[in-house]
């Protein structure tokens, strides 16, 4: 599990207790995808409040429950190292789920996460956030063998492409099937996806799996997802002159044929149209 923190430095009066709230980025997830909830905390017991740190107790408790009410067994999440929660300050702070804590089953489900206040000894709770995980049919299904390397080597495993379709977006997901159980052991979001164009899907010589698919017009996604689920690399082209990328297979990996190497982190940023009410009078 990862836990990443990011501070907001906002006023607020002290009083006995936590100020939390709970906010999912979307409510619909393909089965063991991984959950990624941000929690707001104020602390308004009235002074600075040390949580984490070695040894110490877990910060944070998520509760599971099904549609009908019955609860699964919370997950919990601690920190090796301490960080304080200032009195009258509000952070934020994303977290990370494994997919298998929190979407392993189908179904709705309702989670509330517990924040721990070691002074009191008690945990404060959000209010809970809805979680509605489904699966669909994958238009890529390949088997291969876990190379030296990896833990399990010599498994028999299965490589899934799958497009998601959700209420307002389309994203491509890439996931590693044990062949035997036929149970997902890792699900991995690789991001939004334009279905105009078929993706190019193929796995290399030491059973790497190679995605090459168009994010926005023009502009082509190529990733790498290792045995294990994880990824590997994600590199970015664009369709210049009408020189569309192309995945090539080759003795040792794969290649991209074609466009031109973009990385989004460096393209000029383009400044929006303004409001009518923004531009000057004539």
């Known amino acids: 599990m990862r836990i990443f923190f990011a501070l907001l430095l906002l006023a607020s009066s002290a009083v006995a207790q936590y100020a939390t709230n709970l906010t999912l980025p979307k409510n619909n997830f393909l089965q063991g995808e991984p959950l990624v909830a941000t929690l707001t905390i104020t602390n308004r017991s009235g002074a600075d409040v040390i949580v984490g740190g070695k040894g110490s107790r877990p910060w944070i408790q998520f509760q599971f429950e099904d549609g009908q009410g019955r609860q699964l067994s919370p997950v919990q999440i601690g920190s090796a190292e301490p960080f304080t929660l200032k009195a009258g300050g509000t952070t934020k702070h994303t977290v990370q789920i494994e997919g298998q804590s929190s979407t392993g089953q189908l179904g709705t489900f309702y989670t509330t996460a517990h924040i721990f206040h ?42 899934h492409a799958i497009v998601f379709r959700d209420i307002d977006s389309i994203s491509l997901y890439a996931r590693v099937v044990d062949d035997r159980t036929k149970e997902p052991l890792v699900t991995q979001p690789l991001g939004p996806i334009i279905t105009s164009i078929q993706p190019r899907i193929q796995i290399d010589a030491k059973n790497f799996l190679h995605l090459l698919f168009v994010v926005q017009p023009t502009l082509f996604c190529h990733t790498v997802v290792k045995p294990d689920g994880s990824i590997a690399k994600r590199e970015y082209y664009r369709d210049r002159d009408g020189s569309r990328p192309t995945l090539v297979m080759t003795g040792t990996g794969a290649e991209i044929v074609g466009g031109e190497n973009f990385d989004p982190a460096k393209a000029p940023k383009t400044k929006g149209f303004r409001k009518t009410s923004e531009r000057p009078k004539e």
């Open 118 to 159: 070691p002074i009191s000894g008690q945990y404060y709770a959000t209010a809970r956030a809805r979680v509605n995980v489904t699966d669909a049919k994958p238009m890529f299904d390949d088997g291969f063998g876990v190379p030296a390397g990896f833990p399990q080597a010599g498994r028999a495993r299965r490589y």
